[in-house]
């Protein structure tokens, strides 16, 4: 029986897998598919292939009494996450988890014009898949409520760190807002993203819904700039607002139309969090050294 189960071991599970086992728990993981397992298994993490786009994919999963992250991300289009829907088909009175863990998006907020957001601040998704997002938070709170297993959500900015640059897109000249026209965005090291999810499976409190972000607020085109200056590539190309909303990716400009000041002074306090990377200026060049 394993102690931990992770639902979607991408990157972050990965990495928060292997600290878990690091630690002498068991963990078990789930890939979309077979050749997904490999990795996963060479570490140690019982693997259970289930692609939950599907509900006939979707095999029973031991869990009751575990810790569970879920770290799937919706799948793509609609406004409901049906693969939230297929993990919560899974869980019942028979097979109930002490506690889940799930990592949302600060893109629950919506566009907020610059102010400071707390998790006091109400939702507000503005895309289709800021909506998924909240449609599976609320999917997970109605089951919590229901079954009376712990639940804390994470609502997590933008993640980067090692190999979560950039670097393809600049290589292909992507383009970016003028710095004095770009939002303030906000990020998160992928690495103090392992340590705050490890972090609110022990301490989070139940119910609780925590910011995620280093607290450094600039905007995407410093990180994009910052990033192309590092790895010593042509820095991109500035447009003006009405250049980019005639020339850009629709999906890439919609994330451009919203602004946002996260305030991390929550999980700070009670989870306890010393981050190792506070900004772009520590932490891109750690990305370098650590694989």
């Not at 078990?28 to 019982?46: D, N, R």
């Not at 031991?62 to 992250?69: E, I, K, L, R, W």
């Not at 957001?117 to 800021?130: G, I, L």
């Amino acid at each position: 029986m394993s102690d931990y189960t992770i639902i979607g071991c991408g990157d972050i599970g990965f990495r928060v897998a292997k600290e878990l086992i690091a630690n002498g728990n068991q963990v078990q993981a789930t890939a979309h598919f077979e050749e997904g397992t490999k990795v996963l298994e060479s570490a140690g993490i019982k693997t259970v292939i289930a692609n939950f786009d599907f509900r006939d994919d979707v095999p029973d999963i031991a869990m009751n009494g575990q810790q569970v992250f879920y770290f799937m991300s919706p799948q793509g289009g609609g406004l409901s996450d049906y693969r939230m829907f297929n993990f919560c088909r899974l869980l019942t009175a028979e097979n109930c988890p002490s506690k889940i863990v799930y990592i949302s998006t600060s893109g629950v907020y919506g566009d907020c014009g610059g102010e400071k957001v707390t998790e006091e601040t109400p939702v507000n998704p503005q895309t289709s898949r800021a909506k998924r997002r909240v449609h599976a938070e609320g999917q997970l709170q109605s089951k919590a409520e229901q079954l009376g297993f712990e639940l804390v959500i994470l609502r997590v900015t933008g993640i980067y760190g090692p190999g979560r640059l950039p670097i393809s897109q600049l290589k292909k000249g992507h383009e970016v807002l003028r710095p004095e026209e770009a939002p303030a965005t906000n990020r998160i090291h992928s690495l103090d993203l392992v340590q705050i999810s490890l972090a609110a499976m022990e301490k989070g409190i139940n119910g609780e819904i925590y910011n995620v972000c280093d607290g450094d607020h600039s905007s995407m085109s410093h990180y994009f700039m910052s990033v192309a200056e590092m790895y010593e590539l042509p820095q991109p190309t500035q447009l003006s607002w009405e250049e980019a909303e005639k020339n850009m990716n629709p999906l890439t400009f919609s994330f451009l139309k919203e602004s946002r000041l996260m305030s991390n002074a929550k999980m700070v306090k009670q989870l306890g969090i010393k981050l190792r990377y506070p900004n772009l200026e520590v932490g891109l060049p750690a990305c370098r050294m650590v694989s």
